[in-house]
């Protein structure tokens, strides 16, 4: 599976940007999806994630409520939708698939990575 993102970039605090990520080589109904991040010197952390096979959704309490993960099945193709984004926003995002059909946040259960797409978010 090869996954290729875009769309992150610089916003001010408050504003909006939907990163996509764009999955080809293999059923991509199938796959759990999931966008991760990392801050340079940190961990990466789980984000959001979607399911392959129930469209059940996973947040981190630092984004529940402002930020939305889904797909589209007919593009290969998962969004994050981000709102109100804050400087601790800022970040490095990576978008992540797993043959596993259900819903994880586990980085080590996804087998497939981007190459990641930068947000920067000012204050």
């Known amino acids: 599976v090869q996954l290729v993102e875009s769309g992150g970039g610089l916003v001010q605090a408050g504003g909006s940007l939907r990163p996509s990520c764009a999955a080809s080589g293999r059923t991509f109904s199938s796959l759990a999806m999931g966008w991760f991040r990392q801050v340079l010197g940190k961990e990466r952390e789980a984000v959001a994630a979607i399911s392959g096979n129930t469209g059940r959704t996973y947040y981190a309490d630092s984004v529940r409520g402002r930020f939305t993960i889904s797909r589209d099945k007919g593009k290969d193709t998962v969004y994050l939708q981000m709102n109100s984004l804050r400087p601790e926003d800022t970040a490095l995002y990576y978008c992540?698939?797993?043959?596993?059909?259900?819903?994880?946040?586990?980085?080590?259960?996804?087998?497939?990575w981007g190459q990641g797409t930068q947000v920067t978010v000012s204050s």
């Open positions: 992540a698939a797993s043959i596993r059909p259900w819903l994880t946040s586990r980085e080590r259960e996804y087998d497939y």
